[in-house]
């Protein structure tokens, strides 16, 4: 594959394209806390390894897959294990996929993992409550496939070796988004991550109707990835590869997919725009990148009205997402009777996250946590899996993922002790409202 033009898919402007050597555009300061390397134990060194269907070596430390096996069942937790679950969780930190000082770096899931142990929201203090995945797939070439063209994924996994040459390459000028020699086989376990998490929590679901909820602690994120090519820090369209998945997979023909993530998942819209049984649901920031999920991107042919795009004013916050969830959120989901629903759960709408600017909270994270976690328990027999998408300061990420992970368990919020009223400013009550009813009126809710 030509390491230059792409054509992008027709809901997006301009072309992907697989940039070498382009400049890094400057980045808003980023805002990230300590950077403690000490995160990096032998953990993530070994993390994914296990049978001798894969061919293992060591780059940067990181396990590298020689191919992806055809997907077994093994890792899937017993069912007693599940019975006494209320969440589970995969990590797959990408160790190798990283750019310094690029805000979206393999500090991001160490963080997280090292504040859900500091806070003791790991099994080795929860005991069976919480499932920790471990020996999970990569995702095959196949079920991306499902989603992303056929020469791009080729495309990404030949340029591997020009990535090894050089150490970087930049492979979308927006972002701009980078792989490294790794790059390719991380991002498959990322979307591995995720399968895997579909395939557990569809085993619960069939003895419990309140089975465990998902969680991918994954990278690369993935929902700007569009189906032609990698796209703003993303490379596989995890929670797309999810859904088709669990379609194919598990026969769970509707599918809801939330996206609380700051900017519009892009990717996912794109891929299931003409799809009625993928509802595509986004809240992001009005006016952030990449610009696009406007109030009138309501999906098209059969999928018209199954895409919802909702931008917020800026400094929207936790009243207005309250609000968006019981007016919005509630009512699209329950109209759609889904048979599952996937959740881009980007942290970047944090008001202290460097990218961007609305004004969540910590609380605000719980609450949707708990919330969707509700709706899938009333909707579809609890069926349920979180991916990680944004969070750029690192504090802010892993206290509202831990925060997220107290809702799924069903502790109160200890938000109060991470989050500062004194820094938020008031909300744009009336441009939330004048958006809240435009998007009614779009979608007759
Ligand atoms: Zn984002």
């Known amino acids: ?20 050597g382009h400049q890094l555009s400057k980045w808003k300061t980023y805002n990230g806390c300590n950077l403690d390397t000490g995160f990096f134990g032998s953990r993530f060194l070994h993390t994914n390894q296990k049978d001798n269907k894969r061919c293992i070596s060591k780059f940067f430390g990181v396990p590298m897959f020689c191919s992806a096996s055809i997907r077994s069942d093994s890792f899937i937790p017993s069912k ?70 056929r020469a791009y994924v080729s495309g990404l996994e030949m340029a591997m070796d020009q990535a090894s040459e ?76 999810a859904a088709r998945y669990a379609q194919r997979v598990h026969g769970l023909k509707r599918v809801f997919i939330i996206d609380f993530d700051v900017h519009h998942g892009n990717g996912t819209n794109d891929a299931f725009y003409d799809d009625p049984d993928i509802f595509f649901l986004s809240t992001h920031q009005d006016g952030s990148y990449p610009g696009t999920g406007k109030f009138d991107e ?67 994270y719980y609450m949707l946590a708990s919330n969707i976690k509700q709706l899938a328990k009333q909707l579809c027999g609890g069926r349920c899996v979180f991916f990680l998408e944004g969070g750029y300061n690192l504090k802010s990420l892993s206290y509202s993922v831990a925060d997220s992970f107290r809702a799924l368990l069903g502790d109160r919020s200890l938000a109060s002790e991470f989050d500062d009223p004194n820094i938020l400013y008031e909300e744009p009550s009336k441009r939330v409202k004048q958006a809240i009813d435009r998007i009614k009126a779009t979608h007759s809710l």
């Open 1 to 20: 594959m030509q390491l230059h033009t792409v054509p992008r898919s027709p809901c997006s402007s301009g072309s992907v394209f697989f940039l070498v």
């Open 80 to 149: 007693e294990q599940l019975s006494n679950a209320r969440l589970i969780y995969s990590v797959a930190p990408a160790m190798g996929h990283n750019q310094e000082s690029h805000p979206e770096s393999h500090f991001r899931v160490p963080a997280i993992v090292n504040a859900l142990e500091e806070m003791k929201l790991t099994s080795k203090f929860r005991g069976p409550e919480i499932i920790e995945l471990q020996n999970f797939e990569p995702a095959s070439v196949d079920d991306v496939a499902r989603v992303h063209a």
């Open 166 to 241: 050089k150490g970087l390459i930049f492979i979308d000028g927006s972002g701009p988004t980078y792989a490294t020699a790794t790059t390719f086989q991380e991002s498959l376990v990322a979307a591995g991550a995720g399968l895997a998490l579909v395939d557990s929590v569809v085993a619960a679901s069939k003895d419990s109707q309140d089975p465990p909820t998902g969680f991918a602690l994954i990278r690369p994120p993935g929902h700007h990835a569009v189906p032609q090519g990698p796209m703003g820090f993303c490379v596989f369209g995890n929670v797309a590869i």
């Open 298 to 364: 309501v999906g098209a042919g059969d999928g018209e009205g199954t895409t919802l795009n909702l931008p917020l004013p800026g400094g929207s916050g936790d009243i207005s997402m309250r609000t968006v969830f019981d007016e919005i959120i509630v009512p699209s989901a329950q109209r759609f009777k889904p048979d599952i629903i996937l959740v881009s759960a980007g942290y970047d709408a944090h008001v202290l996250d460097p990218l961007a600017n609305l004004q969540y909270t910590t609380g605000t």
